[in-house]
């Protein structure tokens, strides 16, 4: 029999799941459920023979469907000589509490139940997995992986915000970030790639997905994030505006009786590219749009990577300069336009594009896409739950090997 480990990401009303090998990295198969806790809630699992859909749900929860992955599973492990032997989380807020990967018993699954307050959409989902993983599979131990983790090595300097100090002290008001897995990933592999010690680099890697952040690494750590207390903060995203003015809420309060709640509805979802352009979330569409003559799709493109660039420089504060900046997410894996962009509007700081390279780095291919100078900027796919895989793998060990 051999191991295999379990990645579970569960959202409200999705789960997503995948079963890697720890010791080559490869991913066996992945899988998703839809619609959790709906009558209509289904299952799809890409076997490597093909995608299949498992019927008869016993329950429409995330127990219910849990259950009928594991049991639907249950077959093609054992063909396989297969055995789960840890189970990876994914969980989005770790607070001050978590600043790496857990195992997750009483005390550190009360920390995050502690944390829900801060993402209260998205912990009470990720605490649903946990509870349903350890139903299924009492014996295994449970990782929890925060988004937050990666970013608590910030220094006060950059995570405080200049707000009464009680609100930091009573309510946790201070900047966490997101996306750590993937910066952490992607920073460890861009300075594999150049075949240099990621302590000696100055960094600066930028997720651009849906969502999008940047982080500024020196020494390897953290050391600032574009995202605050919640995910709205930072650069602008798909539907999220990113920076605003403090005061912006309040005036579109008082001109149009709109309620605090629906204005930060209308900031995360209503709002960046899709808000500026009027067409669409997704960069291609928007791209597209903007390649057919559409004023508001250029200028959304135009916004986007202005504010980009003009939020890289920024972190080169807190980095301490710029020796590397890294593209990551599927904005940032394969938008070349965009790349090629963001290096002209920094080229103050010696960055020159390489215009075939960036070109070629398309489609989940890594690569170097600036001239050789002070700075380099590259592309590095990211792969959060293979971290995912790792830790729970290596901490379960760890955890059998002190019984
Ligand atoms: P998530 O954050 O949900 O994981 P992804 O990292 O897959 O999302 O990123 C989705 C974004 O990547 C969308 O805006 C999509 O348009 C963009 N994207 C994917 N492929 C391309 C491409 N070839 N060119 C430009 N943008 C792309």
New binding site residues.
């Given amino acids: 029999m051999s191991s295999v480990v379990l990645v579970l990401n569960c959202g409200s009303s999705s789960v997503k799941f995948a079963l890697y090998d720890p010791l080559t990295d490869r991913r066996l198969l992945s899988g998703l459920a839809e619609r959790v806790g709906t009558p209509q809630a289904s299952v799809t699992v890409n076997f490597p023979e093909g995608r299949r859909e498992l019927g008869d749900l016993d329950g429409t929860d995330h127990t219910g469907v849990l259950n009928r992955v594991l049991h639907g599973l249950q077959g093609w492990l054992a063909e396989q000589g297969h055995r789960i032997t840890a189970v990876g989380h994914r969980v989005v807020h770790g607070g001050e509490k978590f600043s790496s990967s857990v195992l997750l018993d009483e005390a550190t699954m009360a920390a995050v139940h502690e944390c829900v307050p801060l993402a209260p959409l998205h912990n009470p989902a990720n605490i649903a997995g946990v509870e349903a993983a350890t139903e299924a599979l009492p014996d295994i131990p449970q990782v929890g992986v925060f988004d937050t983790a990666f970013h608590q090595s910030m220094p006060p300097v950059a995570y405080r915000y200049a707000v009464p100090s009680e609100w930091y002290a009573e309510l946790g008001v201070r900047r966490y970030g997101f996306h750590g897995t993937s910066h952490r990933y992607v920073s460890e592999a861009a300075a594999e790639h150049l075949g240099r010690p990621l302590g000696e680099l100055r960094m600066i890697t930028a997720?651009?997905?849906?969502?999008?952040s940047l982080a500024a690494l020196r020494e390897g750590v953290s050391v600032d994030t574009s995202m605050g207390l919640t995910p709205l903060e930072g650069v602008v995203m798909?539907t999220r505006s990113g920076d605003i003015d403090p005061g912006l809420p309040g005036y579109v309060q008082d001109r149009t009786g709109a309620d605090l709640a629906q204005i930060t509805n209308d900031l995360n979802k209503r709002s960046g590219?899709l808000g500026l352009s009027g067409v669409s979330?997704?960069?291609?569409?928007?791209?597209s749009a903007a390649a057919s003559g559409n004023p508001d799709a250029t200028l959304s493109l135009q916004v986007f990577e202005y504010r980009l660039a003009k939020y890289i420089a920024s972190l080169t504060v807190a980095a301490g300069g710029l020796d590397v900046l890294v593209f990551t997410?599927?904005?940032?894996?394969?938008?070349?336009?965009?790349r090629s962009g963001v290096l002209h509007r920094l080229a103050h700081f010696g960055l020159q594009v390489d215009e075939s390279a960036n070109s070629r780095a398309?489609?989940g291919q890594a690569g170097v896409i600036s001239r050789p100078g002070p700075v380099t900027a590259l592309v590095m796919p990211?792969d959060e739950e293979l971290v995912i895989a790792r830790d729970a793998h290596r901490l379960a060990t760890a955890e059998g090997s002190d019984r």
């Fill in positions: 997720h651009l997905g849906n969502g999008c798909g590219l979330n997704d960069m291609r569409e928007v791209t997410g599927g904005i940032g894996q394969n938008d070349a336009r965009l398309v489609g990211t």
